[in-house]
């Protein structure tokens, strides 16, 4: 079965630094997402992309986070200047036509 | 904005008992999507319902979308230790970008 595939599995990253999480999504899928969880919280929506743009973005993804499909296959997000509260399990999710979402198995982000 | 609550935040049976959770939308859903999540794990995505009133079965799972498609609720029949984890309903908000709305999942213990 298809699969969403993230990398890395776990970051540790000093605060202030910038990190690039990395997503391959599945291949014929034209919806991408981030979301984020934070230890044993529900799971948030960060940001949507299609169609080589940005269609909705939440309240967290400020300034300091970017989305880009550098090569049509990864799917990245960067967060420019990491802060503490930036730790949490970074989700990469794909979906065709929003029926069912697959989800990888996620970058666990901690900033020290 | 829009919030999807979802309860109890807990729930321990023995196995062999039943358990059900629930799902309330703030807002009407274009449609209410489960998950699985597994303990260190990702969201698998279980089932979508659409229409109003819309009951799905899968196995010993039975999903239900509400009249107003407010709500939702799952139900297992007869838990087994396999059923372990947190169980998310995820709803489809009214914006084109496929977004999904989480609610704050029912983590279910089985003990055997």
């Known amino acids: 079965e298809p699969e969403v595939t993230q990398t890395p599995s776990h970051q540790v990253t000093q605060m202030g630094q910038e990190v690039i999480l990395r997503c391959v999504p599945i291949?014929?899928?034209?919806?991408f997402y981030w979301y984020r969880q934070i230890l044993g919280q529900k799971v948030e929506f960060l940001v949507s992309?299609?169609?080589?743009?940005?269609?909705?973005k939440s309240e967290i993804f400020d300034d300091q986070f970017s989305v880009e499909r550098p090569d049509g296959s990864n799917f990245t997000l960067k967060i420019r200047s990491t802060k503490l509260e930036d730790s949490a399990m970074y989700f990469c999710a794909s979906t065709y036509t929003n029926y069912g979402y697959t989800f990888g198995s996620g970058t666990r982000l901690t900033v020290v | 904005g829009q919030q999807v609550m979802q309860i109890p935040q807990y729930q321990h049976v023995q196995e062999g008992e039943d358990f059900t959770t629930y799902c309330n939308s703030s807002?009407?859903?274009?449609?209410i999507q489960w998950y699985k999540q597994r303990p260190g794990g990702h969201p698998v995505f279980l089932i979508q319902?659409?229409?109003?009133?819309e009951v799905k079965k899968q196995k010993r799972l039975t999903f239900q979308f509400g009249e107003a498609k407010k709500n939702s609720s799952l139900h297992i029949t007869a838990t087994q230790t396999t059923d372990v984890g947190t169980y998310f309903c995820?709803?489809?908000?009214?914006?084109?970008?496929?977004?999904?709305?989480f609610g704050q999942g029912t983590t279910l213990q089985v003990k055997p």
């Open positions: 319902l659409v229409k109003s009133g």
């Open positions: 992309f299609y169609n080589n743009e940005i269609s909705e």
């Open positions: 291949s014929n899928h034209l919806y």
């Open positions: 995820a709803g489809l908000g009214s914006s084109n970008t496929g977004k999904l709305i």
């Open positions: 807002t009407t859903l274009s449609n």
